[in-house]
């Protein structure tokens, strides 16, 4: 029995991701590109999006808004925090799933992003690949193991075009590592915990992204590291993201979520 191909909106699919993501539904059975969407105003709107992503003609042009003669079952964002507060809002006119990709959020739009998950499901996420999220779980039970006996640095490097530093992962890593020192301390992860986790961001040539998180300890070094070669891996954990929320109850999900972890 074959299964009807997932409908799927890219918000912001002349960027970087957006671009590889509609390559990778144009070869994959499971989707379709069912919108392809950029700020209003881009210089190509109306062309065909998979033409412009450099694979066979899609039918689907690049388009500002939602089609409204187009079934979508969810979109995965990857614009700025502005560009993605503007879909939310559409989707939840439109009852239609979210998934973002987007960092750099500052307080007032993250809770924006809150409110609109009660009323259609929201999955946000810094990083999407399977195995950057396993290093954040390796990280805080290092931290966990190590408490207050290593110093902890995370650096990263991105392509010099992007925006926010440090990056939304190395923010969560970072996140993660407190945990683990909260867990340590018999503290929760709110609590105040002795320690300084220093960050460090690099912003270079096309680099798809690197981290690593260090412990440092007397005479001996541990760094736990994921290097993408390219963006595959995040592109192909936004569909798994996709897939997972199309049909789920409004709330707020991450990637814990889809991982069952």
């Given amino acids: 029995m074959t299964h009807p191909s997932l409908s799927v909106g890219i918000h912001g699919a ?3 991701m957006g671009t ?3 390559q990778l539904i144009a070869g994959d059975e499971q989707f379709k590109l069912g919108a392809a969407l950029e700020r209003a105003g881009h210089p190509r709107l109306g ?12 039918g689907v042009p690049l388009a ?12 995965i964002d990857f614009s700025l925090p502005q560009g993605s507060l503007a879909i939310a809002r559409a989707c939840v006119e439109r009852k239609v799933p979210l998934v973002v990709g987007t960092t750099g959020f500052d307080a007032g739009e993250r809770a924006e992003l809150e409110s609109a998950a009660s009323r259609i499901p929201i999955l946000v996420a810094p990083n999407m690949s399977r195995a950057v999220n396993l290093l954040m779980r390796l990280v805080r039970e290092a931290a966990r193991a190590l408490a207050e006996q290593a110093d902890l640095a995370v650096i990263e490097r991105h392509h010099r075009t992007k925006k926010d530093a440090p990056s939304g992962t190395a923010l969560k890593l970072a996140d993660f590592a407190r945990q683990g020192l ?3 301390a018999g503290k929760s992860a709110g609590q105040s915990i002795a320690g300084e986790i220093s960050m460090h ?3 270079i040539a096309d680099s798809p992204g690197e981290h690593t998180v260090v412990f440092a300890l007397p005479g001996e ?8 070669i390219n963006r595959d891996g995040f592109a192909r954990g936004a569909l798994d993201a996709a897939r997972f929320l199309a049909g789920k109850p409004a709330r707020l999900y991450s990637m814990d979520d889809v991982l069952g972890c």
């Fill in 64 to 75: 500002w808004a939602l089609p409204p003669d187009r079934q979508i079952d969810v979109v």
């Fill in 47 to 58: 062309e065909d999006s998979g033409t412009l992503a450099g694979v066979a003609a899609l």
């Fill in 14 to 16: 002349c960027g970087r």
């Fill in 182 to 184: 909260a867990s340590a």
């Fill in 20 to 22: 590889r993501l509609v």
């Fill in 201 to 203: 961001s690099l912003r």
């Fill in 221 to 228: 070094t541990i760094e736990l590291s994921h290097r993408a």
